[in-house]
């Protein structure tokens, strides 16, 4: 019998993972120098007088790398000082790890377990590092002469709240409910825009699927002139109004239909399809996570929409989760 050499922990619906953390393999001395490129970018300075650590002396060397420094002003001072890292006792690795863990969605509960830190401490960071992508997400308009706009209902309720009161119990399976949901109802609807030549995506939440909430932001997200693509929701019939070119779908039983050839070229340009595969990558991303507060669902789908546009985790992804960046560029 060979005793097991990974520790083992049974999740919900009776899934196991096994927990392989890699994280005493990584260089300590290259995680440093990597956090202090992000934390850093124009170099590493005070954080009270601003003078270059080329000036400063070195007045600690016991968490090496993490070197602390004397300013000339008296400010004592290491890499994480004046940033969000400041006062943390992780070594360079784990936060890089963290860091890696929050770009590409791994659950807290996993990432508490692997690296063995409070999951509760742990979700406040991913909380507030998430804000600070959404704060950051692109908001300026599509380029695209072609766009599609459609919701999608997610299942979202209060999450990791208490519910005292017996008439007022948590929600314990999905929410089955039919029809168009609203923010009151658990199930608050996501507006994806995506433009057909350039590929990116605008993900918001929603407090309901009405008028006055979808249009104005497919608005904001296009140029005049563009053409739109929807399917037959009510909530999008004026925007020819708007200086848009508007083109539907019809997605309702029986009479369905998935594309369209309108101009006669023989290719069926008329969709929402790209929005429809938008919409499993999303809920394969939410999936993991088994369930998200309805207050931090932006957040989410904000990390989501920057993993969909970028492709790849960049140094400037990284400083607007450690909120050296504020503004997406």
Not at 287 to 301: S, T
């Amino acid at each position: 019998m060979i005793e097991n050499s990974f520790p083992v922990t049974a999740c919900q619906e009776g899934e196991l993972m096994i927990r392989f953390s890699t994280v005493e393999l990584m260089d300590e001395q290259k995680c440093y120098k990597y956090l202090v490129e992000i934390l850093h970018p124009d170099g590493l300075c005070c954080p009270m007088c601003q003078a270059p650590v080329e000036r400063a002396k070195v007045h600690r060397r016991d968490r090496a790398p993490i070197l602390y420094f004397r300013c000339s002003c008296r400010r004592i001072y290491n890499a994480f000082a004046g940033t969000l890292w400041e006062g943390t006792h992780h070594p360079c690795r784990v936060i890089v790890r963290i860091l890696q863990g929050f770009a590409q969605g791994i659950p807290t509960l996993h990432l508490a377990q692997e690296l063995g830190i409070d999951r509760k401490h742990l979700l406040e960071r991913r909380h507030k590092m998430q804000e600070l992508a959404a704060l950051a997400c692109n908001r300026e308009r599509f380029p695209d002469q072609v766009v599609e706009a459609d919701e999608m209902y997610q299942n979202a309720g209060e999450k990791g709240l208490l519910h005292p009161n017996p008439d007022d119990p948590p929600r314990r399976r999905a929410n089955q409910a039919r029809g168009h949901g609203t923010w009151d109802s658990d199930r608050p609807p996501v507006l994806g825009i995506v433009g057909r030549e350039s590929g990116q995506i605008q993900l918001i939440l929603k407090k309901n699927s009405a008028q006055s909430d979808l249009e104005p932001t497919v608005l904001d997200a296009t140029e005049l002139g563009c053409t739109i693509n929807t399917d037959e929701w009510g909530a999008y019939n004026h925007l020819t109004e708007k200086q848009r070119e508007h083109v539907t779908v019809c997605h309702t039983p029986g009479k369905r239909e998935w594309a369209r050839d309108d101009d006669g070229d023989g290719i069926r340009e008329v969709h929402i399809n790209t929005n429809e595969g938008l919409w499993t990558g999303l809920r394969n991303f939410l999936r993991p996570f088994r369930g998200v507060n309805k207050i931090y669902l932006q957040q989410y789908l904000a990390v989501h929409e920057w993993a969909h546009n970028l492709k790849e985790v960049t140094l400037e992804f990284l400083r607007v989760l450690c909120g050296v960046t504020q503004i997406a560029s």
